[in-house]
Antibody, heavy 122, light 110 residues
């Protein structure tokens, strides 16, 4: 069974940092592009960032570019999101998601994790 | 990033057919594939439709997708009470490069 498990969410003060992790299992992780999608309370999903299977070629939403960094360790089957200079508007559940086919970044998200909550508040 | 526009809500009675629209632009819906997701409260979104009209295994054929120009559509036929959920369209946007999601539609089964 394909599975994604996020961790690392926490309550942090504005300006703080966190590193989110997403552990993958049940599929060849190094063959698929991966993404982070967040969802603020009561809002719809918002795409955050995507990374190609090889680790080269990252894309970011304008709202996070320069503050967030996506990376992956294919030897550990793990995706990361380093989030810096946190703002109140970054408060959300952060999901990692897998590309449907091993053809690149531009693809549907067919497997999602359960999400990890990031709360930015003083 | 721009967003895709959906009606806030849609409704129907059991057995009816309901269609949800998703309005975008040349740089996203018209040029790239559209995906549809279903989400229940407190859970992650679930992929319903990929490549505009393809269903992943396990998704009932009551769900179908289509696209015309800058708009996409999700149709649900034979409406059932368990279809009551939030539905989101999504697509890749070429400018600036990134995924965009729809504003979401809450489906109510009367």
């Amino acid at each position: 069974e394909m599975q994604l498990v996020e961790s690392g969410g926490d309550l942090v003060q504005p300006g703080g940092s966190l590193r989110l992790s997403c552990a993958a299992s049940g599929f060849p992780f190094n063959k698929y592009a991966m993404s982070w999608v967040r969802q603020a309370p009561g809002q719809g999903p918002e795409w955050v960032s995507s990374l190609a299977a090889t680790g080269g070629g990252a894309f970011y939403a304008d709202s996070v570019r320069g503050r967030f960094t996506i990376s992956r360790d294919n030897s550990r089957n793990t995706l990361y999101l380093q989030i810096n200079s946190l703002r109140a508007e970054d408060t959300a559940v952060y999901y990692c998601a897998k590309a449907h086919y091993n053809l690149g970044i531009v693809d549907a998200f067919d497997v999602w994790g359960q999400g990890t909550m990031v709360t930015v508040s003083s | 990033q721009s967003v895709l526009t959906q009606p806030p809500s849609a409704s129907g009675t059991p057995g009816q057919r309901v269609t949800i629209s998703c309005s975008g632009s040349l740089s996203n819906v018209e040029t790239n594939d559209v995906f549809w997701y279903q989400q229940f409260p407190g859970t992650a979104p679930k992929l319903l439709i990929y490549r505009n009209n393809e269903r992943p295994s396990g998704v009932p054929d009551r769900f179908s997708g289509s696209k015309s120009g800058t708009s996409a559509f999700l149709a649900i036929s034979g409406l059932r009470s368990e279809d009551e959920a939030d539905y989101y369209c999504a697509s890749w946007d070429d400018s600036p490069s990134g995924f965009v999601f729809g504003t979401g539609t809450t489906l109510i089964v009367l």
